[in-house]
């Protein structure tokens, strides 16, 4: 067997995290030419020109504030398992998003508990559970906005947009509704009941009893699989408790509910401030929220690093409900979604920075993480 030294090790890492760089890329040019493939590009230079960058300081400025708002959301999430600053809990979130905007396959999500492992000694699944709260509270809250802004709004049934094999329109957009749904249901039913000690122990005691089933082998080997795999299985589940540990504290959910309102009104404010400075885009606050929220929703679908392209093709198709014009709509949305992703990742650099963490290493170790934190985690 050929013996691998760390330098080759790191190499092939390196290699692998440019590799998925260079396709990231890739498919965001590919994605965006497929969303405004039907704008030429003339007019939206055009449009670029025109544009007021005046408004682009206040709408970063509040996006940035988002941010920060939801890491302490995070820390509020995290100190029901750990105490840490708001700071220390900052950094792990603006690097998983930033890695989220730069490489497909939505690794940030694995990234900022691996980074709570690394640096703060929280078991994986604990961090990656805490993750899963906050995006429960996302869910809801999108969900909330949903009903509120469409209550009072008609979606052309007739209005499709393709977006490779994807039809926006209507009735994708009410399946996807229906998903978040059943998703958070299914999110917020999981916690609940892994919450509860006395289903937690029923679920030890299955597990404890699986080596029961071979009753055909020796006690040598069911205590091999107790040890190697029932144990490790347990400490795995408690992990997962202990990153639910905020449904023990009904005050510290009404907070994270509240900044769950004030983090998705400023979003729905940001667009709405650089909209001033944007042509052709005359919406108000609530109308802009109701183009968020659909944005929000078409991006859940399977899409490129950064949502490129499907963030696009969705800003169309909620603008057109506004009698907004194509060529309008593609460079306000186009522009917007610059807006609100470069400075994540910008600040995720930094972050990267000063927290001293190997994102490349990281980002390839993604699946050791899923598969080596099954056992039992200090």
Known sequence: MKYTGPGQCASRMKKNFTLSLIAGFFL?????????????ISELIQYFATINYFWVIPSVFIVLICFFLRAVRWQIILESSKKMSVCRAFHPMMIGFMINCVLPGRVGEVARPAILKKKEKIPF????????AERVFD??????????????IQINPDLDIKFGNHHLNQATLENVFSGMIKLGIVLIS??????????????????MAFPNLFFFADQQFKAKLTNK???????????????????KYPKKMLLCFIFSLIIWGL???????????SPGIDLTLTELAAVMVIIMFFIA????????????????????????????AAGFTLANHAIQMFPIIIVGIISTMIVSVNIWKLSYEKENYLQQNSSVES
């Open 301 to 328: 679908l399977p899409s490129v690093p950064g949502f490129w392209g499907l963030w696009e093709a969705g800003g169309v198709f909620a603008l057109a409900l506004f009698g907004v014009s194509s060529k309008d």
């Open 125 to 132: 699944t604990t961090g990656l559970a805490t993750v899963a």
């Open 267 to 277: 979003h729905a404010l940001s667009y709405y401030i650089f909209s001033l400075g």
């Open 190 to 207: 999981g916690i609940v009941l892994i919450s509860i000690s006395k289903i937690r122990n029923l679920i030890h005691a299955i597990i």
């Open 28 to 40: 965001s040019a590919i994605a965006l030419y497929l969303a405004l493939k039907n704008v030429p």
């Open 229 to 247: 795999l029932c144990e490790p299985l347990i400490g795995f589940v408690e992990n997962i408790a202990q990153g639910f540990n905020l449904i």
């Open 139 to 152: 869910i809801c809250m999108l969900v909330l906005f949903f009903i509120v802004t469409f209550s009072a």
